[in-house]
């Protein structure tokens, strides 16, 4: 008994500790607001950047970080229009973009959208509860009109994931490219979750070919871009892509290739979660 006693109140501090590390690691967070074009804005914090059409009908989010975010998420709202947005739309399911989807469903009433894909990861997902399930998904995309503004929302297979999504501003000229944009980074695809690195150069291309110069992208990560900046990480991706491909043919291992490591030029594009190294594998 008292073993078993021991290690519940063991899990129970574990549980507690967890918690508190987590909020500790977001105390900090600031919520900054851009407001970009028509209905338009950028919400940047920690994690996926944030999608808002705020206007007369109410107010709509793409994506939505991480959980311990989400009060200071719909203060900045709040600052906006309302903090209760009656939709959420999941660009695909990582936790840095889904992570506040039970809190707006729960405590703000919000209806989740996303490709099938997205809810069938995250519903696979132990630790993550039906409140946080997108509850309209699609196959290939929706067009919701909202704020005297068409949303365009279109999937894009095997890139970042196999559940990739993008909105489009179609009157306001933003694209919301989620994670098939890291800008001035290297992108992480996730393998193992059905994204390619040639299903992600595809899905750039396309993306390319739907705007103009004008375009205000909010990326996934990174600072605001346009489509200078688009075209910029697309030539890198095809580069480095081409460096490795190189090495390969050179006889190279995948170790040897990372000791060599990328031209000098690409160092600026290493980044704490996915760096040169990270990087050269992914492609490898």
């Known amino acids: 008994m008292k073993t078993l006693i021991s290690s519940t109140l063991g899990a129970a501090l574990l549980f507690f500790v967890s918690q508190s590390a987590a909020q500790d690691r977001f105390a900090d967070v600031s919520i900054s607001v851009t407001p970009l074009n028509g209905s338009a804005y950028m919400l940047q914090g920690a994690g996926g950047n944030i999608g808002v059409s705020a206007g007369d009908d109410g107010v709509l989010i793409i994506d939505d970080q991480f959980a311990p975010l989400a009060p200071k998420i719909s203060a900045a709202l709040g600052d906006i229009a309302t903090d209760t947005p009656s939709y959420v739309i999941n660009t695909h399911y990582h936790g840095d973009h889904t992570g506040s989807n039970a809190f707006f469903h729960d405590n703000k009433g919000a209806t989740i959208f996303a490709h099938e894909n997205v809810r069938i990861r995250l519903a696979n997902d132990d630790s993550i509860g039906k409140a946080a399930l997108p509850v309209v998904t ?4 929706i067009k ?7 949303l365009t929302v279109f999937h894009l297979a095997n890139g970042h994931t196999d559940g990739d999504s993008v909105v489009w501003f179609e009157e306001a000229n ?27 150069i595809k899905a750039v291309e396309t993306l390319l070919g739907k705007i103009d110069g004008k375009t205000k992208i909010i990326p996934g ?25 190189e090495q390969k043919a050179a ?17 600026k594009w ?6 040169e190294e990270k990087w050269i594998k992914t492609l490898y």
């Open 221 to 245: 990560h990174g600072p605001l871009a346009n489509k200078a900046d688009y075209e910029n990480f697309l030539a890198m991706i095809k580069a480095t892509k081409t460096w490795v491909e």
């Open 144 to 150: 919701i009109h909202f704020n005297d503004e068409t």
């Open 174 to 200: 933003v694209l919301h490219t989620g994670d098939l944009f890291f800008n001035e980074r290297f992108p992480y695809i996730d393998l193992g979750a059905g994204g390619t690195v040639e299903g992600y």
């Open 251 to 267: 006889g190279l291992s995948v170790d040897q290739a990372v000791e060599k490591g990328l031209p000098e030029q690409y160092a």
């Open 138 to 141: 699609f196959e290939d995309g």
């Open 270 to 275: 290493d980044w704490s979660f996915i760096t």
